[in-house]
Nanobody, 127 residues
């Protein structure tokens, strides 16, 4: 079983930065990948960034590429999302997610591809 707990959300002025953290508690399974998604009021949950648990492959939504960086500290079982140059449209609840294992083609950017989800952390960017 995998447990995910996000933290680091808050209120930031446009142009500012935030770093989100996701503590990953591994039980009997390893994980193949971790991802960040966000959901604004009235909108569907959308992909933000993802990374394989092992290795250097990272993936980003076009809307955040160049501004956000996903990283890991595997020794601490923690995933980070560094968010710079924040915009009001980045306002959303941000969720950390994990995929248990690889099976078939993994594209990383879809909600259904992940098995575990955190509770979410609110990020609000003011103009």
């Amino acid at each position: 079983q995998v447990q995910l707990v996000e933290s680091g959300g808050g209120l930031v002025q446009a142009g500012g930065s935030l770093r989100l953290s996701c503590a990953v508690s591994l039980r009997t399974f390893s994980i193949y990948a971790v991802g960040w998604f966000r959901q604004a009021p009235g909108k569907e949950r959308e992909f933000v960034a993802a990374s394989r648990w092992l290795g250097g492959n990272t993936y980003y939504a076009d809307s955040v590429k160049g501004r956000f960086t996903i990283s890991r500290d595997n020794a601490k079982n923690t995933v980070y999302l560094q968010m710079n140059s924040l915009k009001p449209e980045d306002t959303a609840v941000y969720y950390c997610a994990a995929r248990r294992s690889y099976s078939g083609t993994v594209q990383y950017g879809y909600v259904y591809e992940y098995d575990y989800w955190g509770q979410g952390t609110q990020v609000t960017i003011s103009s």
